[in-house]
């Protein structure tokens, strides 16, 4: 099937193609983020390697391309969701609920009980997935991220 979701773990040699569907991915908030923090979301492969290095960071192909990525990191009992992308072409086909049940499943085998993530208030569309996969924001409310309104979010697991 051409449109078959197909989620491995990344490695090193897909950095560049991780970087460039973050940059895809992210290219239209770019005027919502500072100059100051939308390089810190959308990172380039140097970066990109370096968490392969720190924590899992899978990568989700359709018709043998890279469409959609992302990475955890655990902190103590908590798994940090570092950061997820769907290139637009491909939204709507379930990458991201994906990518979430493979994070899910990464958290208990590394014995966390909590996900935790940050996003911007401006991605309604990725809250909305958040909320409908468990996630509640956290009560401490907005906070400023190089210039850029920052909330984080959290899913208790067990």
Same mark, same amino acid.
């Given at each position: $099937?051409?449109?078959?979701?197909?989620?491995?773990?990344?490695?090193?040699?897909?950095?560049?193609?991780?970087?460039?569907?973050?940059?895809?991915?992210?290219?239209?908030?770019?005027?919502?983020?500072?100059?100051?923090?939308?390089?810190?979301?959308?990172?380039?492969?140097?970066?990109?390697?370096?968490?392969?290095?720190?924590?899992?960071?899978?990568?989700? $192909?359709?018709?043998?391309?890279?469409?959609?990525?992302?990475?955890?990191?655990?902190?103590?009992?908590?798994?940090?969701?570092?950061? $997820?992308?769907?290139?637009?072409?491909?939204?709507?086909?379930?990458?991201?609920?994906?990518?979430?049940?493979?994070?899910?499943?990464?958290?208990?085998? +590394?014995?966390? +009980?909590?996900?935790?993530?940050?996003?911007?208030?401006?991605?309604?569309?990725?809250?909305?997935?958040?909320?409908?996969?468990?996630?509640?924001?956290?009560?401490?409310?907005?906070?400023?991220?190089?210039?850029?309104?920052?909330?984080?979010?959290?899913?208790?697991?067990?």
């Amino acid at each position: $099937m051409k449109d078959e979701i197909c989620l491995r773990l990344a490695t090193r040699a897909d950095a560049a193609a991780i970087a460039a569907v973050l940059r895809e991915a992210f290219g239209e908030f770019q005027p919502l983020y500072t100059p100051e923090a939308f390089p810190r979301t959308v990172i380039g492969a140097e970066e990109v390697e370096q968490r392969i290095q720190e924590g899992p960071v899978w990568v989700s $192909m359709v018709a043998g391309e890279i469409a959609g990525t992302a990475s955890a990191v655990a902190q103590g009992q908590i798994f940090y969701i570092r950061g $997820m992308a769907v290139v637009p072409s491909a939204r709507g086909k379930g990458i991201a609920r994906r990518l979430l049940e493979e994070i899910d499943k990464a958290a208990r085998q +590394n014995s966390c +009980n909590r996900l935790r993530l940050s996003t911007t208030p401006f991605l309604e569309s990725a809250i909305r997935l958040y909320e409908r996969f468990g996630f509640t924001r956290e009560p401490e409310g907005i906070r400023d991220w190089y210039g850029t309104p920052l909330l984080f979010m959290e899913k208790a697991i067990g």
